[in-house]
């Protein structure tokens, strides 16, 4: 990975850490894109600590809003005109029902919207570079999502898995679709299970709400290191420079539910995607 670029979303903790610190270690600049310059220039520090390299920069971005996604993108396009790996890893998993800036239901602005734009906007860095790479970090979750057209902010009878599920259905319909419209371009695009991790994506951050129940569940969980393992797989290996629109757990391709294999679906969710982020 020597002289490669990197962006890892939410790579302040978890998962998202483990990358930065791996893909550093293997000689990568990386670009950690946080949303809490606290907790980015903590996390910083660290990664650079546990890496040994000095090529590792945070860039804030809050990917509940188009606005700061914007400007990190032109921020990121003003010291690097080529990027070679888009590593979407950031994700969020409400209790209560919460709406972003732009007024989309949380966890799919973030998870799934934001991440939509923010890729949309790299890809012409992304094809600047000998192969691009976009690994998206899905879940098996996807299994019991919906889409909900018709009730988009799940105003009525929102729950965190409806929720949490829904935007990870989307991650998946994402990466078949960008696959599909990106085939013969040099650029790959393919999504990941990382398993049962034991990150903090369920702990609020301001109020600590869940930090004990994710304190004892780690006992059960992968580390944030194993977690990351297939994300960096997909990023790395010289095997995969022409796999693309493909779904893997523990290093391996594995079949999606039909529902997450719906061309159509994934045409629409790509068309309503353009028209909630302005493109």
Avoid at 100 to 118: C, P, Q, R
Avoid at 121 to 129: C, E, P, Y
Avoid at 162 to 189: D, M, P
């Amino acid at each position: 990975m020597k002289g490669k670029v990197v962006i890892v979303t939410g790579g302040n903790s978890g998962m998202g850490l483990a990358t930065v610190i791996e893909l550093a270690r293997r000689g990568a600049a990386v670009v950690m894109a946080c949303r809490s310059r606290q907790r980015g220039e903590e996390a910083l520090a660290e990664a650079k600590r546990q890496s040994g390299s000095d090529h590792i920069m945070l860039m804030l971005c809050d990917l509940a809003s188009l606005d700061s996604i914007r400007a990190f993108v032109r921020e990121f396009r003003a010291s690097f005109p080529v990027l070679d790996v888009l590593i979407n890893n950031a994700g969020v998993v409400t209790v209560k029902r919460q709406l972003t800036a732009d007024g989309f239901e949380m966890d799919l602005g973030v998870n799934h919207l934001g991440h939509f734009l923010l890729t949309n906007l790299l890809l012409d860095t992304l094809q600047a570079a000998p192969q691009g790479r976009i690994v998206v970090v899905a879940s098996g979750a996807y299994k019991i999502g919906a889409m909900h057209y018709d009730d988009p902010t799940l105003s009525r009878g929102f729950n965190p898995a409806k929720a949490y599920a829904r935007s990870k259905l989307a991650n998946i319909l994402f990466t078949k679709e960008l696959a599909a419209r990106l085939e013969g371009s040099g650029i790959t695009v393919n999504c990941v299970h990382p398993g049962a991790v034991g990150t903090n994506i369920g702990v609020n951050r301001d109020t600590g709400f869940g930090r004990s129940v994710m304190k004892l569940a780690a006992y059960f969980f992968l580390t944030s290191e194993q977690g990351a393992d297939t994300a960096i797989y997909l990023a790395t290996a010289p095997e995969l420079h022409e796999v693309s629109g493909q779904y893997y757990y523990r290093r391996n391709r594995k079949e999606l539910a039909p529902r997450a294999a719906d061309k159509e679906a994934a045409e629409q969710l790509w068309q309503w995607s353009l028209a909630q982020v302005g493109l």
